[in-house]
Structure formats: C-alpha cells, structure tokens
C-alpha cells in the first residue's frame, strides 16, 4: 500500500469516528436567550401562577436520537414546585411525543400553573432538562428563565366582605283594610234585617270602634253602593244612589250608639261593571272568556247588556251566581296601626323586652352602632324566637364581621337547619367557604342566594379569586371597598380604582398599600412614598411586604424608597 493509500484510510478512519461521536454525544445546554416568559415576572390569576414559556430549539442542536422532557419548577427559599412537563424527540426516535427537526431546529410553548403561596413573591423560574440520546443520559443544568411572582391579586380578602343580615319585616305604620257588605233584593234599596245582623257586619262595626278607641290607630270609613249591571242605567242609577243613603244613614246611627264620631266618606256606583269583570274572571261559568271579550269589544253599557243576554244559556247562569253579589253596599274601614317608636322599641328592650314582637326586635338591631349591643339583640332572638333563622344569621354575620370565623360558622350552620334555602344564610356559608379556599363550594351556595343583601360582593371578591377580573369588577359596581378597587386596578383602570379607594369608609393598611400599587404603575414615586408610609403606619408588616413586592422593583435603588421599607 503506497504513501497515498495509507493518508486516504487514515482520514476515513477518523472521519467515522467523528460522525460515531457525534451521533452519541450529550446534548448541549441551553442559553436564556433560547426562551421568552410570559408573563415576567410572574403573575397570580387569583390563586394561581400561570405562566407560558415559548422557547426554540437552534438548527442543529436536537440530535435526530435524541428524547428531551423539559419541565418548569418554580424555587422559592428551599422548596420548590414541580409543574408540568413536556417531551420532544428526535426525527429518528420512535414516539408519540413533539418531533423536532435536527436541520431546522423548531420552536415550542409550555405551558403550567403553580398554586400561588405568599413564599413565592421571592421565587424563581427554572426550566428543568431531562435529556437521553439513545441510553445515554445527558446532564443539563437547570436554567433560570424569570425572577418572583407579582401577587397583587392576592390582596382580595373574603374575610373583609359585608356578610349577609337578613332583614325584620317592622313598619312603622300597618295598613289595614276590614270590609263588609251589605247585600238587596233586585231592584230595591231597603235594607233587610238579616243582612244588618250578619257575622261579618258585626265583626266589622266590633273592629271600626276597637280602631276609633286606640290612639295608635287612625281611621278612615267608606260606603260605596252598587246596582248591578242589568235594566235601564237611569233605573240603576237613582237605585244605587238610594243604597248609598239608606246604608250611610244606617251605619251614622251605628256610629253614634257606639260612641263613634267620625266622617264616613259615601258614593254609589250605578253599574258595576267592574265588580262584574271580576267575579266572572274568578267563577267557572261556561264561556267566560266570552263574555270578558264582549266587555272589551263593548264599552257601551247598554250593548254589553245586549250582547251577553245574546248569549241566553249564559245569562241565566249570571243571573244565578253573579249578578245577585253585586246589588249590594260595601262597607270599608281603611285602618293605620302607628308602631311603636324607636325610643319606645329600645327602652323597652332594655326594660321588658318579652313586650316586642320578633321584628320590633331585629328592628332595634338597626338602631345602634354598638356591635355589643348588637350581639345582645340577636342572641334574645335565638333564645326567644330559636324558630327564627334570621337571629342565627344575623349573630353568625356579625361574628363573621368581628373576625370570629368559628362563631359565625356554628350560628350560620344552625340558621340553615332552620331554613336552608335562606338567601342570606347561603351568601354567608358562601363567604366561610370562600375564606376556606372552598371556591367551588362557594359557587353553588352563592347560586342559592338570590335577592341577599351583599351578594354583589359577595360574587365580586369569588371573582377575583377565580381571575376573573373584569366579573369582578361588573359585580362590585359602584361598591367603595378595598376588593372593589383591587378589582378596577387588575384590569389596569387606575383612575377609577384610584377613586374608588380614596372613597372606602373607613381604609386600612391595605387601602393604602393598593394606593401604592397604583402610584407605581403610573409612576409617581411621591404618592409610592405617601402612601406606603401610611400603610405601614397601620400595619408594620407592610414594611417586610413592600420590600419584598416586585411591584416596587424598580425604587429597590431609590435610598428615600429603602428607608421607608426598611
């Protein structure tokens, strides 16, 4: 073999060599410049951290034996959190994983979701590779890809929403109306004995002098006589108005024996078509429904007579059933029961409270700002009226408000017994689920409670736990709370979550922590410095938070930020 031959084998034999370690080499490491995260840093979707990860592989770098699971894991402290992992081969794997091309090289998106702990604020994202060509392992480091999680959402607080009270019924005034009547014979106006002794007459003239003789009632008395809408209407119209005076002169001698001295307000009506419409609607005579037509077709009196007594087989029923109740007088007290007064609902509480009714007293729950006297009120209901679920959920909500969870839950529970389907008692279980991180429990209940006082934000504050901020916003309205603020700020209306939270009764340290928020996104490091100062003021821990909040990232080199944090 001459000079020539022996270079020609020796090349060759290094060539494959060459291609043998290239097809079993290990994978090389990925830079950070190979992948976009969105969002960066991190966000929470209410309670959770979702993140996509859109990465390319170069030409060249996925060996065609090649199979790579990739999976992202966020590190916070010395934990960590496994999220969901993705698979990729090469062209020449047998798989049912993404293929990626070795000459062209390919692009990808991961996609995962961390639940969101308030560790994670300082956090970092890793991307994990667990790569093989053929049986051999190739070891690449883990490569961070985005720093912490923005947790704004996170600063939605069930625990500071209004919890449900369910309302008393009192009035003030009660209006009530008794009636009597007074019936004749067709075609006459003479009052008969029989009718002047009925039960309900008497029942009536018993309860206009009980009325007359309490001063906390006020009384109005009416007399209206009828004819009913058969014969000629100048006939009925002198009888009608003789059935008015007879019965009005009547009931003034009545009044007088008995001491009663008041108007009697008096008028006759000479065809009662009114009355007729009525009791023909109520009755099950054949064809009602058309007769009601030719009352609508008719207006005239005389031809609405004509046309029904047409109707001959119908006639003779009305005359029979209908007719005979609307030759009559109606007697008509219309009576103001005046209700105790709020100074004599309180002083009774305090002095006898067995003397009020069930709403006179959730009545004077709404009188007093004191929380303890409040409390005081709705446990009487629960001893005295325990069949009453509104005074265990108004103590429950109470509770709730205090912050007392334990002792809301176990009045909100015994209110259910009593009435499960309360609307306000399955808001309220709705918001100790929603505390309990019980989301979908407390959708249903908040299903269940229509009509709630409060269930608007009650839905709100679900919503932005849900991530769905723009609901929330929709729910809270024109609500001045923390929450309902927050809500506008997520979707980036920070004029009017700015507004909002200048406006809420009575703000906190997370009033002006938001306020902080918002100065940040727009910016203005003089309201940032105001209002965390105020913020901390009301809650130290503020201090450690802001520090920590990649919110206010960008002032961690402003000397006058770091000494407020500090």
Excluded at 44 to 68: R, S
Excluded at 76 to 101: H, L, M, R
Excluded at 288 to 311: A, F, G, H, W
Excluded at 388 to 413: E, H, M, P, S, T
Aim: charged content about 25%.
């Amino acid at each position: 073999m001459n000079r020539k031959s022996n270079v020609l084998s020796l090349l060759l034999a290094v060539t494959v060599v060459l291609l043998a370690t290239s097809c079993s080499s290990k994978l090389k490491p990925l830079s950070q410049s190979n992948f976009n995260v969105n969002p960066s840093p991190l966000e929470t979707v209410g309670n959770q951290v979702p993140v996509t990860v859109n990465g390319t592989f170069p030409e060249k770098w996925f060996n065609k034996k090649a199979t790579l699971t990739i999976t992202p894991v966020l590190k916070y402290g010395d934990k960590e959190y496994v999220g969901t992992p993705f698979s990729y081969q090469g062209e020449k794997v047998a798989g049912n994983n993404v293929t990626i091309s070795n000459s062209k090289g390919g692009n990808f998106t991961i996609t995962t979701t961390f639940p969101y702990k308030p560790e994670m604020q300082a956090s970092e994202l890793y991307l994990r590779f667990d790569g093989k060509v053929k049986k051999k392992v190739s070891n690449l480091p883990d490569l961070k890809v985005a720093d912490g999680v923005i947790a704004t959402s996170a600063l939605a607080d069930a625990k500071t929403s209004t919890p449900s009270i369910a309302p008393d019924k009192f009035q003030r005034i009660i209006k009530e109306a008794q009636e009597a009547s007074i019936l004749f014979v067709i075609e006459q106006a003479k009052l008969r004995q029989s009718e002047l002794e009925k039960q309900d007459v008497n029942a009536w003239k018993n309860r206009v002098e009980q009325a007359f003789n309490d001063p906390r009632q006020n009384l109005n008395l009416e007399v209206s006589a009828y004819a009913s809408p058969d014969g000629k209407l100048s006939f009925n119209d002198k009888l009608a108005a003789q059935r008015e005076k007879n019965t009005s002169n009547y009931l003034t001698k009545e009044l007088k024996n008995r001491n009663i001295d008041t108007e009697v307000f008096a008028h006759y009506t000479a065809e009662d078509w009114d009355g007729f419409r009525q009791l023909v609607s109520a009755s099950n005579i054949q064809d009602k429904e058309l007769i009601i037509r030719v009352l609508e077709m008719y207006p005239d009196s005389e031809t609405r007579e004509r046309e029904i007594k047409n109707i001959s087989y119908v006639f003779e029923d009305l005359a029979k059933t209908i007719l005979p109740q609307l030759r009559r007088s109606r007697l008509i007290a219309n009576i103001e029961i005046i209700g105790k007064s709020d100074d004599e609902i309180m002083t009774a509480f305090n002095s006898n409270p067995k003397e009020l009714s069930v709403e006179e007293v959730l009545y004077a729950a709404t009188l007093t700002n004191d929380d303890n006297l409040k409390e005081k009120i709705f446990q009487y209901v629960t001893n005295n009226f325990s069949d009453d679920y509104r005074g265990w959920n108004n103590l429950g909500a109470l509770y709730f408000k205090k912050g007392d969870f334990v002792k809301a839950k176990q009045n909100i529970d015994r209110a259910a017994i009593v009435n499960a389907s309360a609307a306000e008692v399955n808001m309220n279980k709705a918001l100790l689920a929603i505390v309990d991180n019980d989301l979908q429990n407390a959708k249903v209940l908040l299903g269940r409670s229509a009509g709630a006082a409060g269930l608007d934000e009650a839905v709100g504050v679900l919503n932005i736990l849900e991530g769905n901020y723009n609901q929330a916003v929709g729910s809270y309205a024109n609500n001045q709370t923390n929450n309902a603020g927050l809500a506008q700020l997520l979707v980036r209306d920070y004029n009017k979550a700015k507004q909002t939270l200048e406006s809420v009764k009575n703000p906190d340290a997370t009033t002006a922590y938001l306020l902080a928020i918002i100065a940040a996104r727009t910016n203005n490091f003089n309201d940032v410095a105001a209002n965390l100062r105020t913020a901390i003021s009301r809650d130290n821990s503020f201090a450690v938070k802001a520090a920590k909040d990649l919110e206010f990232a960008k002032y961690r080199t402003n000397q006058d930020f770091m000494s407020i944090v500090k």
